[in-house]
Each structure stands twice: as structure tokens, then as C-alpha cells.
């Protein structure tokens, strides 16, 4: 199997060559291809990237749009989509072959890069979230096959594009599969914003988003700055 591995950014110039270089390192030995959509309007990640490997897409800002841009980019057979600060487990390429020999789709269980006693409270409610509703969410680093991203394809909303992703995918029969293997993501947005406040902000969210409210609503409330 092949792997498109594709990452959204926007003013992650001081961290994304580290990126880059840790999932090279993660995939070394199998026949991949990175693709960095930057959102900003000026390229201003995109100019910093050293490996000229990279495959490097200009986009309008919106993870939506982002990510939809980088799976029409992409010509590998597996689309791992990848947040610019979570890190893959060494041996994801087995568990993404593995779990998509028996599901259409798949994620791995989070984990967030901090010592804070409430941060393992958090993962322990997306884990079941995730489970439960065989929604995973874009920090679990979500992949599937190629032909049924395309065949569900990214909306162009702000905010809950992995959510709603995931939503048409299980809508049409796609089933889910979970790796007990866990990625692990940056706490910068709960510390930059407080652990309490960012999470009941999210949970907010996610229920107004189940309850009918337009993305482009909920996202006057969670700037996109640092994703």
C-alpha cells in the first residue's frame, strides 16, 4: 500500500519542519507522498519548507477547503490526514494497513503532550466518544482509501469539517475502525486558552453543531489561528 499523507497549515513555520521530518521518519520504507495546503494568504509556511519532496498546495484559509484541496492533490491509495502538531505512533503504517483490511476507514486514540492530570480525563472521553459514535475527530489523525475520500469529499466550512467528513462516511455505510495505538497532539490551544475554557468551549460547540448550528457560526467562537 501507498500513503498521501496531508496536512493543513496555517503560520505553523516554526514547527513544521520538525513535522515533516517525523513522519518522514514514520513512513521510511514505504512508498509515500507529503502534501502541505497552507491557508495563509501569503505562503508563509509553505516558504519555510526545506525537504523539496514536499508537495507544497496554496489554498484559501479553511480547514475544509484545505483539506479537500490536499485529497484532490494526492495519488497514493491511502489519505492520512494529519494535524501540523500531532505526532504518529512508530508503527502507524501497519496499524492504517491493518485496520483498513477489515474497515472502509479508521483513526488512531488520542493522546495530548502534557503532564496535566485533566488532559488524560480528556482523552478517556474521546476515546468513548469516538467509539460510541464511530465519529472519530481530525486530532485522531483520521485515514481512509483514497477512492472513498474523494467519494465523500471535504465540505468548505470553517470549522467541524472532520466531523461532518466522518458523518457522510458512516451516513453512507463506510464502517470505522480504531487503533488502540495513539497519536499525540499538542496541548497549546488548552493552554493558551485554559484547560477548562477550551474544553467546555469544544463540547460546546460540538453539541450546538449536533443541534443544527451552521458552521460558519460556531466558528466566531474558535478562531483557527492555532490549529
Same mark, same amino acid.
Given at each position: 500500500?501507498?500513503?498521501?499523507?496531508?496536512?493543513?497549515?496555517?503560520?505553523?513555520?516554526?514547527?513544521?519542519?520538525?513535522?515533516?521530518?517525523?513522519?518522514?521518519?514514520?513512513?521510511?520504507?514505504?512508498c509515500?507522498?507529503?502534501?502541505?495546503?497552507? &491557508?495563509?494568504?501569503?505562503?508563509?509556511?509553505?516558504?519555510?519548507?526545506?525537504?523539496?519532496?514536499?508537495?507544497?498546495?496554496?489554498?484559501?484559509?479553511?480547514?475544509?477547503?484545505?483539506?479537500?484541496k490536499?485529497?484532490?492533490?494526492?495519488?497514493?491509495?491511502?489519505?492520512?490526514?494529519?494535524?501540523?502538531?500531532?505526532?504518529?505512533?512508530?508503527?502507524?503504517?501497519?496499524?492504517?494497513?491493518?485496520?483498513?483490511?477489515?474497515?472502509?476507514? &479508521?483513526?488512531?486514540?488520542?493522546?495530548?503532550?502534557?503532564?496535566?492530570?485533566?488532559?488524560?480525563?480528556?482523552?478517556?472521553?474521546?476515546?468513548?466518544?469516538?467509539?460510541?459514535?464511530?465519529?472519530?475527530?481530525?486530532?485522531?489523525?483520521?485515514?481512509?482509501?483514497?477512492?472513498?475520500?474523494?467519494?465523500?469529499?471535504?465540505?468548505?466550512?470553517?470549522?467541524?469539517?472532520?466531523?461532518?467528513?466522518?458523518k457522510?462516511?458512516?451516513?453512507? &455505510?463506510?464502517?470505522?475502525?480504531?487503533?488502540?495505538?495513539?497519536?499525540?497532539?499538542?496541548?497549546r490551544?488548552?493552554?493558551k486558552?485554559?484547560?477548562?475554557?477550551?474544553?467546555?468551549?469544544?463540547?460546546?460547540?460540538?453539541?450546538?453543531?449536533?443541534? &443544527?448550528?451552521?458552521?460558519?457560526?460556531?466558528?466566531?467562537?474558535?478562531?483557527?489561528?492555532?490549529?
Amino acid at each position: 500500500m501507498s500513503f498521501s499523507v496531508i496536512i493543513p497549515v496555517y503560520s505553523e513555520e516554526s514547527t513544521i519542519n520538525r513535522q515533516l521530518e517525523h513522519v518522514a521518519s514514520i513512513f521510511q520504507g514505504h512508498c509515500f507522498e507529503i502534501i502541505v495546503i497552507d &491557508g495563509h494568504q501569503e505562503d508563509s509556511t509553505l516558504k519555510v519548507v526545506e525537504d523539496n519532496s514536499i508537495i507544497k498546495v496554496s489554498s484559501a484559509r479553511g480547514r475544509g477547503i484545505q483539506l479537500q484541496k490536499g485529497l484532490e492533490a494526492a495519488s497514493k491509495d491511502i489519505c492520512l490526514f494529519l494535524h501540523a502538531d500531532t505526532k504518529l505512533p512508530q508503527d502507524a503504517p501497519a496499524e492504517i494497513n491493518r485496520i483498513l483490511g477489515e474497515y472502509y476507514a &479508521g483513526a488512531f486514540d488520542l493522546r495530548i503532550d502534557d503532564w496535566h492530570p485533566a488532559f488524560r480525563f480528556i482523552e478517556q472521553t474521546a476515546a468513548l466518544r469516538s467509539r460510541l459514535t464511530k465519529i472519530p475527530y481530525g486530532d485522531q489523525a483520521v485515514f481512509t482509501r483514497r477512492g472513498t475520500a474523494l467519494a465523500i469529499g471535504f465540505e468548505p466550512i470553517p470549522i467541524m469539517e472532520d466531523v461532518t467528513f466522518m458523518k457522510e462516511l458512516k451516513g453512507k &455505510g463506510f464502517s470505522v475502525g480504531f487503533s488502540d495505538r495513539c497519536v499525540y497532539t499538542s496541548s497549546r490551544r488548552w493552554r493558551k486558552e485554559g484547560i477548562l475554557r477550551c474544553t467546555l468551549r469544544n463540547w460546546k460547540l460540538a453539541v450546538l453543531y449536533n443541534y &443544527g448550528v451552521h458552521p460558519s457560526k460556531l466558528a466566531e467562537e474558535y478562531s483557527p489561528n492555532v490549529d
